[in-house]
């Protein structure tokens, strides 16, 4: 079974860093582009960051450039999210989300989500 | 970067209704266009891509149009575990944006 597996989010101060994983199981993790997404309370969903299979490519939302970073491990089947410098909007629930194209390169187009970690950002 | 909206931002229907969902970007988008639907406190789940293939498992009476600009989503005959919030998305290309939502319930 395709699973993606959150984990890192908890309660941290204005101006803190946080670092979050996304363990995969159940495909070839290399083959896909991965990305984080998130929500916030009540709202609509927001892109946060891809990354392509290779990891060679990383994109991102304009809100969190500068500020976040994306990274993979391959051997590890797992993907990252460095956030540093965490805002109060920052507050969301952050999902992984598996490329839906079997290609190495970013569609970002999701066919298979964790179930989320929760990152508040409050003082 | 593209942005996009949706239409109606919530509706209520009846069971057994015909309902429409209609998302625009800003630019065009070929048919680089995605639906999913969210049950409330659940995850995202991919109905459509390509702007009309139904994704795997996903019952026909759901079926989406459009290319370009314009899109729509359809469910044939609402059924009770169809209310959801439902989000267009536009893809292929950085940065993937998100509609802002179109909440459907049971009248």
């Known amino acids: 079974e395709v699973q993606l597996l959150e984990s890192g989010g908890g309660m941290i101060q204005p101006g803190g860093s946080l670092r979050l994983s996304c363990a995969a199981s159940g495909f070839t993790f290399s083959g896909y582009a991965i990305s984080w997404v998130r929500q916030a309370p009540g709202k609509g969903l927001e892109w946060v960051s891809g990354i392509s299979g290779s990891g060679g490519s990383t994109y991102y939302a304009d809100s969190v450039k500068g500020r976040f970073t994306i990274s993979r491990g391959n051997s590890k089947n797992t993907l990252y999210l460095q956030m540093n410098s965490l805002r109060a909007e920052d507050t969301a629930l952050y999902y992984c989300a598996k490329d839906l194209a079997n290609s190495s390169w970013f569609s970002g187009a999701f066919d298979i989500w964790g179930q989320g970690t929760m990152v508040t950002v409050s003082s | ?107």
């Open chain 2, 1 to 107: 970067d593209i942005q996009m909206t949706q239409s109606p931002s919530s509706l209520s229907a009846s069971v057994g209704d015909r309902v429409i969902i209609t998302c625009r970007a800003s630019q065009g988008i070929s048919n680089n266009l995605a639906w999913y639907q969210q049950k409330p406190g659940k995850v995202p789940k991919l109905l459509i891509y390509a702007a009309s293939t139904l994704q795997s498992g996903v019952p026909s009476r759901f079926s989406g149009s459009g290319s370009g600009t314009d899109f729509t989503l359809t469910i044939s005959c609402l059924q009770p575990e169809d209310v959801a919030t439902y989000y267009c998305q536009k893809y292929n290309s950085a940065p993937p944006a998100f509609g802002p939502g179109t909440t459907v319930d049971i009248k």
